[in-house]
């Protein structure tokens, strides 16, 4: 059974930065075609996708967030680490990590976390 | 920047039959951008339906289809039911990075 579940700050001042980390279970991030993204969404807003990481340490970004975001995985840990510099009241939104595999993109997704950013 | 547009709002009767679609602002949709459609309902994270623009995910009802359709990505949602009222977001591949729709709300009445 795969599950995924994000875990970082509720709540952090503009210009921080974040860390988030998905923590998983059910599979491995070193086996052929696994991957894994995050995805955020803005309260009543649409989805948006962030970043990927497979599980050969490719890494793919957001072309707009890009210089703000970095990816990482711990395969020991069953971990992957977002974080986002400059944080903005704009990017309050719900974080969620998801579990890909070659074309079966996002079909295991966890809870979210809904990261606030204010002063 | 990449926008991926969708209808904002649909409105289908129990039993019918209703088509999303998803339109690239870089043109025309094809097979290459591996299309993918999500379902969301509020409070939930999304659920996969459907990968590279017509293959369902294991769980994913009969009655949902995914196609090409003049240039666009398209769900169809046939004998709709009323747990099928929710958000619908389609995913497109970009050459390395991937971005999502606007979103449609689907509205079963």
């Known amino acids: 059974q795969i599950t995924l579940k994000e875990s970082g700050p509720t709540l952090v001042k503009p210009t921080q930065t974040l860390t988030l980390t998905c923590t998983f279970s059910g599979f491995s991030l070193s086996t052929r075609g696994v991957g894994v993204d995050w995805i955020r969404q803005p309260p009543g807003k649409a989805l948006e996708w962030l970043a990927l990481i497979y599980w050969d340490d490719n890494k793919r970004y957001s072309p707009s967030l890009r210089s703000r975001l970095t990816i990482t995985k711990d395969t020991s840990k069953n971990q992957v680490v977002l974080t986002m510099t400059n944080m903005d009241p704009l990017d309050t939104a719900t974080y969620f990590c998801?579990?890909?595999?070659?074309?079966?993109?996002?079909?295991?997704w966890g809870q979210g976390a809904l990261v606030t950013v204010s002063s | 920047q990449t926008v991926v547009t969708q209808e904002p709002s649909l409105t289908v009767s129990p039993g019918g039959t209703v088509t999303l679609t998803c339109a690239s602002s870089t043109g025309a949709v094809t097979s290459g951008y591996y299309p993918n459609w999500f379902q969301q309902k509020p409070g939930q994270a999304p659920r996969a339906l459907i990968y590279?623009?017509?293959y369902k995910h294991s769980g994913t009802p009969a009655r949902f289809s995914g196609s090409l359709l003049g240039g666009k990505a398209a769900l169809t949602l046939s004998d709709v039911q009323p747990e099928d009222e929710a958000e619908y977001y389609c995913?497109?591949?970009?050459?390395?990075?991937?971005?999502f729709g606007t979103g449609t709300k689907v509205t079963v009445l």
């Open positions: 590279s623009t017509s």
């Open positions: 995913l497109l591949y970009y050459g390395g990075s991937y971005v």
């Open positions: 998801a579990y890909s595999k070659m074309a079966t993109l996002l079909n295991y």
